[in-house]
Structure formats: C-alpha cells, structure tokens
C-alpha cells in the first residue's frame, strides 16, 4: 500500500515562500497523507483513501480547491473534481460547480449514486442537494489572497494560473491523490477552482477522466498543470497506454508524457502515479510541484522544490 498526493506545479521558487508558508504547506500535505493512510492501513480502499486525502486539500485555504479555489471573471469560485477507481474502472466528475464545501464528495456520489460519470453546473448542484451534500456560502470558499489575484487581472483577458499576483509567473494550485490498497487496487482523485479570471464556463483537465485523473489495473495517475495541454495529450490515459502497449515502466512512461510530450507544446505542470507494482512517480516540468508520498511502513515525505 502506498499513497501520493500533490498540490498543484508551478514556478514555485525558495525565495517565494516564507519559512512559515513553507512548513504551512508541508503540513497541509502531511495531513493529507495520513487521513489517507490511516484507511489503507485499516485494509480500507484506494478509492476512499484518494477521497480521504483530497477532502483534506480541499479543506485547506491554501490549496486551489474547496476552500481557497481561484476566482472566476465574475469573482465566484468554480471548481471541478473526478475520481476514478482502477480495478473497477467506474469514475465520477463534476465541473463547473458553485458552493459545494467538497468537490470530491459530490465526484464520488456521482460515480455511485447516479448512472453518469460527469455532471456540470446547475444540474450537478441539484444532484448534490437531492443527495444532502454540504453546501458553503462564498465568504466560506474566499480568501484574501485569490481576492488580491482576481483583483489584478478581473479587468484583463488574462486567465492566471493559480496562486500568484504576477501575471507572467505560473502556478497550478490543483490537488490530487492516487494510493494503492493492500488488495492492490489503484485510485486516482483530483480537485481544484482551475484558473483565475477564467470565463464562459471554462473547464480544464482535472474533472476530464483520461485528461487530469484516470486509474486502471495498471496505473493511477493524478494532474496539475496547464489543463488545455493536458486535455489535447490525454495527459493520464496516455500513460497507462504506454505502459500497457508498450511495456514501459511508469518512470519512462511518466517521463514519456511530461519532459517530451508536454514540454514540446509548451505545457507546465506535472503529474504524480502510482502502479500496480506499486512504483510511484512524482514527475514536474515546472521549478516547483507541491507533493509527498506514504509508504505501508508509515515513511511520510514532503517536497516542493526541483
Ligand atoms: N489543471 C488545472 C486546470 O487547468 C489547473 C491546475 O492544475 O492548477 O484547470
């Protein structure tokens, strides 16, 4: 058993972050790690286990999902999510969705409670209202931080990625996680607010089953990054293919996809995997990729930087 999580890839450099911040971060993917962990060590799933972690991300004010999400050209918060279980391949997504306290939740009733895999907007919030999921105002889901992002570019065209106030330095603030099960099933979950300023109802890779998250018998597979490119490469399926056609390792295939694939049309961000050998892979073309992983001996690491 084994789970890794992000918080999304970007131009995150050491002169950025205050000591503070920094610990602030690590904690946050810590604590995510271990609710994580604490249901694969109780023989829990994967799928719960992805869930688990990413709820926490979500959680957190400073992650770009649930709480602390980017804010829209109309200054709302509107988030995706998917979830994707491997040995079962069922899946889950939502997109475009307001107010829901955790995105994730509503991606994994979608997948369980409904015979769809993807629902959106206005129709995806009735769903979660018929099915009792919590529900926050927007005080709850804005933080001064994506005000002040918002604020600079609102009356631009700009459409910024993630937590930053500069318009030419990128971030991708998105949160994932895939784990493995001591029955040795993969799941994939990721959830973020996409990009500030975005408009007309712009989605990105995350809730796009193959795109941002997928999981099969071979691999689980967790995006962040410029999601335009990762939907043109089909980011995660493309790895599991190549693992499954070409007999490549998830190292080469990971690296297959981030340093040749997307680096060559131009597209930052990264990627964390698991497969079903259990191999993980942390993979990032950017400076930065928020991340950590926890083995079945309880080892838990963080990093941000290259
Ligand atoms: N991939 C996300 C999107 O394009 C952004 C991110 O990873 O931060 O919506």
Redesign the pocket.
Known sequence: MKIAVHG???TILPEQLTPELEKNYRAGLERALKSGYEILKNGGSSLDAVQAAVTVLEDDPLF?AGRGAVLTHEGKCEM?AAIMDGATRRAGAVAGIHGIKNPVVLARMVMEKSEHVMLVGKGAEDFARANKLIFKNEEYFLTEQRRQQWLSVKDTDTTL??HTNKKDEK????VGAVAIDSKGNLAASTS?G??TNKRWGR????PLIGA?TFADETVAIS??????F?IRRVVAHEISALMRYKNVTLQEACDEVVFNQLQKDGGE?GLIAIDSKGNCTLSFNTPGMYRGTMDAEGNCTTAIYK
Do not use: Q, S
Not at 171 to 174: C, R, S, V
Not at 203 to 206: I, L, Q
Not at 223 to 228: A, I, P
């Open positions: 999304g890839a970007g770009n995706d990625l993630d971030k991708f603030g998105t973020t996409g990009m989605v990105g890779d995350t941002g995006c962040t990054g410029h999601g335009e990762y961000g």
